[in-house]
């Protein structure tokens, strides 16, 4: 069995030990021959919650952590860039 790998952007890190991770994939409509953006949104393992809004992660699924929790995170690709809060 072959692990399944995706990338994507962190959009919310509320949660204790989990985030959510957003990939977005690009395909072509089968009829109307358009390119269409489709967004899934993962709830990601996070075990020591190192991850924040604006980070590109990798992840990769995993046995289940939770109801909800299948995927785990692989690593941090790329740090979002953070504000100074004023």
């Known amino acids: 069995m072959t692990d399944k790998t995706y990338t994507g952007k962190v959009v919310s890190n509320k949660m ?3 985030v959510v991770v957003a ?28 991850c924040r809004v604006g980070d590109n992660v990798k992840i990769i699924e995993t046995r289940p952590v939770s109801k909800d929790k299948k995927w785990l995170v692989l690593e941090i690709l790329k740090k979002a860039a953070r504000s100074n809060g004023k």
Do not use: A, G, L, M
């Open 16 to 18: 204790d030990k989990t």
């Open 23 to 50: 990939i977005t994939r690009q395909f072509q409509h089968p009829v109307y021959k358009k390119t269409v953006r489709k967004v899934s949104k993962f709830k990601v393992h996070d075990e020591k919650n190192e």
